[in-house]
């Protein structure tokens, strides 16, 4: 078990969680050159959904290949992020993509596409990220339709 080493602020943490976003769009390196797995601890966990719980930072690292496998490209709006805080280890950022996916392009706001709005929760404590929860529809190119009634008929 670790102990916590020191108090961080709202902001600090925020820093923490934007690093890594901006570090996602730039195909898994940080501002400095480093891997975006440095951001977390060694007994860190993320989700995904339709992949699962990855524990640790091999599971994770496997997590972001197969997801990352996928993508073309990604561009978070980082203007236009929410910010939940609770003023405690664990908040929310709320937010908007777009890029490009093997099964093609989507961006937030583009019903027949259905992807591109998500909702991260993390934990971050010693400027690690502990958790990190990914909320989102994996369909980024809106394939998935039959299964929905009122998306039926709307692409391809």
């Keep these: 078990m670790a102990l916590t080493r020191q108090t961080m602020t709202d902001e600090q943490r925020k820093s923490v969680a934007l690093e890594y976003l901006k570090a996602y769009d730039n195909g898994g390196v940080t501002s400095t050159g480093g891997s975006i797995l440095d951001l977390f601890a060694d007994d860190a966990q993320v989700y995904f959904p339709k992949w699962g719980l990855a524990n640790g930072k091999e599971q994770i690292g496997k997590l972001f290949g197969d997801v990352g496998s996928r993508g073309k490209a990604i561009r978070h709006d980082y203007a236009g992020f929410n910010w939940v805080m609770t003023h405690t280890d664990l908040f929310a950022c709320e937010g908007t993509s777009h890029g490009e996916h093997a099964d093609g392009p989507w961006r937030a706001g583009v019903p027949e596409w259905g992807a591109g ?9 010693d400027w690690l990220i502990q958790r990190c929860f990914i909320y989102l529809d994996p369909d980024y190119a809106g394939k998935d339709t039959g299964r929905y009634p009122w998306l039926a008929g709307k692409t391809e």
């Design 117 to 125: 709005r998500w909702c991260d929760v993390f934990e971050v404590r």
